[in-house]
Nanobody, 122 residues
Framework: QVQLVESGGGLVQTGGSLRLSCAAS????????MAWFRQAPGKEREFVAA????????YGADSVKGRFTISRDGAKNTVYLQMNSLKPEDTAVYYC???????????????WGQGTQVTVSS
């Protein structure tokens, strides 16, 4: 089992920045691809970004490329999502996920955090 705990969400104005953190505990952290998803009210959960177990490869949704950056610190068992130039449409609950496979579908990931709210005001 892997436990994931997100933090860092909050309220920010358009154009502002936030950094989300996801702390992992339990089973070995290293072999897992880590990802961020988000879910806005009334919408399906959507892929935001992912990072390979080594940290050498990252993947991002087109909607966040150039604005969001995913990274991980193996020593701290933590993955981050740096979000810049935030827009009102980025408002959602952001979830951290871990899985042995890689992909943008929610069914790829085995473990999920409880989510952290990000609200971007216009």
């Amino acid at each position: 089992q892997v436990q994931l705990v997100e933090s860092g969400g909050g309220l920010v104005q358009t154009g502002g920045s936030l950094r989300l953190s996801c702390a992992a505990s339990g089973r070995t952290f290293s072999p897992y691809t880590m990802a961020w998803f988000r879910q806005a009210p009334g919408k399906e959960r959507e892929f935001v970004a992912a990072i390979s177990w080594s940290g050498s490869r990252t993947y991002g949704a087109d909607s966040v490329k150039g604005r969001f950056t995913i990274s991980r610190d193996g020593a701290k068992n933590t993955v981050y999502l740096q979000m810049n130039s935030l827009k009102p449409e980025d408002t959602a609950v952001y979830y951290c996920a871990a899985g042995v496979n890689r992909g943008s579908g929610t069914n790829v990931y085995d473990y999920w955090g409880q989510g952290t709210q990000v609200t971007v005001s216009s």
